[in-house]
């Protein structure tokens, strides 16, 4: 039987490989749905609701945007039942279209629950590491 760790790294390696495939149809039932979503940027801006975010990632994505978690570093939390936090280094490479994109290393943390049919992510919390 998998454990919450084993199913929420799951689930956030389908989340990296969505955005990293720009895929719209993987990525959109991996996020909460609802207006309850939240998503905090590199640049300390809150996006609200799941409808927001993915306008926003459309957005990113015409630019570059591509994860690298340093998967042998990422935590997992169980904080209450169905309800789990992970943590994770990622380099994270983005720019707006036609710029030149550098690498930044970000900690992500996000807010995972359970639903029926497996994990989603429900919020997430990004820090830029100086």
């Not at 710029?99 to 429900?122: D, H, I, Y």
């Amino acid at each position: 039987m998998a454990t919450v760790q084993d199913e929420v790294s799951a689930t956030f390696r389908q989340f990296v490989a969505a955005q990293n495939a720009h895929d719209e149809t993987a990525l959109t039932p991996l996020l909460r749905a609802g207006p309850e979503f939240f998503w905090v940027t590199t640049t300390a801006v809150t996006v609200w609701g799941r409808d927001a975010a993915m306008a926003r990632f459309r957005t990113n994505w015409q630019g570059q945007w591509h994860l690298a978690p340093d998967f042998d570093a990422l935590r997992v939390v169980e904080v209450a039942p169905d309800v789990a936090m992970l943590h994770v280094p990622v380099m994270a490479t983005f720019a707006p279209h036609g710029q030149p994109a550098t690498p930044n290393a970000v900690k992500w943390s996000g807010v995972f629950a359970r639903v029926e049919g497996g994990w989603t992510v429900a919020a997430i919390l990004l820090a830029t590491v100086p």
